[in-house]
């Protein structure tokens, strides 16, 4: 028996019996149940196919979270196995085979959930039935309480998406994002050579205070010579470059990168 069907088993006996008058715990079954809700919506139409999110970010209050992250990486393999037999009962298309990530956060209230979802046909998701070595260098943290952030071994990111590795260019401390309106104007950034991740979210590595941009809203990343990769994470409110939407775009210093009330723009260090 999977461990939804005996999840599914055990919350209904518990809601019957146990939690006949109260219901004060989260169960992993409504996860799933809300996980499929969440790829109904947000399903894209092509001209033969139906697309849904291949990528599902699960954010629960740290009462929730803690209980059901026990259950480790078994469970949100049985989580991503059950979206996709569920998008082929629906004939629609994933990208890749779903990854699910379940993140710590108090903003959300207990027994509640808010789910983020994006494309990428960049991830790599192992049920760990078709391959079983992982080199060490791609070893993946399980579920840690410690620091809230979780990463599994379901799936790994490719950090340059759609990018070459010939051709970047190492800029140390040459250039900088900086923030010339919005909540947090004036904030400066230095950009080195990683991916920067911006959000709401105590976790991103730079954390906005904008009401309107979503937790984890916009990845940059180097690209070629002095530009930038940028990729919309299923952000609520998109992202905008020099007036119009994108998903993926590559922008250079001087151009306006929109998200929510916020402008930035990549500068250059006055040469010395």
Not at 36 to 61: D, E, G, T
Not at 82 to 94: D, G, H, Q, S
Request: glycine share 6%; hydrophobic share 40%.
């Amino acid at each position: 028996m999977s461990l939804l069907a005996r999840f599914e088993g055990v919350a209904e006996f518990l809601f019957t019996e146990a939690f006949k008058k109260s219901s004060s715990r989260l169960q992993p079954v409504e996860i799933a149940k809300e996980l499929v809700k969440s790829m109904l919506r947000n399903k894209q139409v092509s001209i033969s196919q139906v697309y849904v999110p291949n990528i599902y970010r699960v954010y629960l209050h740290s009462k929730d979270w803690g209980p059901i992250a026990s259950f480790g990486d078994a469970f949100l393999i049985e989580l991503s196995k059950y979206l996709f037999a569920e998008a082929e009962r629906n004939e629609y298309t994933f990208l890749t085979k779903p990854a699910i990530e379940l993140h710590a956060d108090d903003t959300v209230n207990p027994r509640q959930m808010v789910i983020e979802v994006d494309f990428d046909d960049s991830i790599v998701v192992d049920w760990g039935e078709e391959e079983t070595d992982i080199e060490p260098e791609n070893e993946h943290l399980r579920l840690n309480q410690s620091n809230w952030r979780e990463s599994t071994s379901i799936f790994r990111e490719s950090v340059m998406k759609n990018l070459p590795a010939e051709g970047l260019v190492r800029r140390n401390l040459d250039y900088f994002l900086e923030i010339i309106e919005g909540p947090d104007i004036g904030q400066t950034f230095a950009l080195q050579d990683e991916e920067v991740i911006i959000g709401r979210h105590g976790q991103c590595d730079l954390v906005l205070h904008d009401p309107e941009i979503s937790r984890r809203h916009l990845k940059i990343a180097p690209g070629r010579e002095n530009g930038w990769w940028l990729d919309d994470l299923g952000s609520t409110n998109g992202t905008f470059v020099n007036g119009q939407r994108i998903t993926h775009q590559t922008v250079a210093p001087g151009d306006r990168i929109t998200i929510g009330q916020s402008v930035l723009v990549i500068q250059r260090f006055p040469l010395t």
